[in-house]
């Protein structure tokens, strides 16, 4: 079964794919199956529905535990070196609903806004199980949930290609939002 999972190229399954996955097993040897493999230590089961491979990738869990959701916030602001503290342990999500979800000591945090925001797909990227914010995105949603956060990096959104960007984001966004992106992109270190 393990090695069946692997030839996927995923690491989180909901219960719904495993059954395609593995649709000679009837429901409850299925069930059976995967409560076994649970207590083994085989796979892991964060939250009803959802399972993973020992090892797995942090965003697509993400992916599975908010659907619909993209990954923003610190995390995307990190990998693009718009932030030096690494937030290894904790995934944002954006969402219709918030949630705070923790598992192998691990933290995934949904924060809603306000729904023509978060369903305008603009510079989200789709990626396998997951979504993701681009940098201008997570910046804005940064900003849009804390007006005054600092920056260790700001001159990454002085370039052409970010100016680009945030012309076309930034008008979805409160006035607030717009004058404090705007202030955070003028610092200068």
Not at 63 to 77: A, C, D, N, Q, W
Request: proline share 6%; aromatic share 12%.
């Amino acid at each position: 079964m393990i090695n069946k999972l692997i030839k996927t190229h995923k690491t989180v399954f909901s219960f719904a794919e495993l059954q395609t996955i593995f649709p000679e097993q009837k429901l409850e040897s299925l069930k059976q199956t995967l409560r076994r493999y649970k207590k083994d230590g085989k796979l892991l089961n964060p939250q009803k529905g959802v399972w993973t491979l020992p090892v797995y990738d942090q965003k697509e869990l993400a992916g599975k535990l908010f659907p619909g959701g993209y990954i923003s916030l610190e995390k995307v602001l990190f990998e693009a070196g718009v932030l030096f503290q690494r937030y290894a342990n904790t995934v944002h999500c954006i969402r219709h609903k918030s949630a705070d979800i923790f598992f192998n000591n691990e933290n995934y945090v949904a924060r809603s806004m306000k729904p023509e925001l978060y369903n305008n797909p603009l510079f989200i990227q789709q990626f396998d199980g997951y979504r993701k914010a681009m940098p201008e995105r997570a910046l804005c949603d940064l900003v849009y949930f804390r007006p005054n956060a600092n920056f260790d990096n700001p001159q990454y959104f002085q370039t052409k290609q970010s100016e680009v960007r945030l012309k076309q984001l930034l008008p979805l966004y409160p006035k607030s939002t717009q004058k404090n992106v705007l202030r955070i992109i003028a610092q200068q270190i």
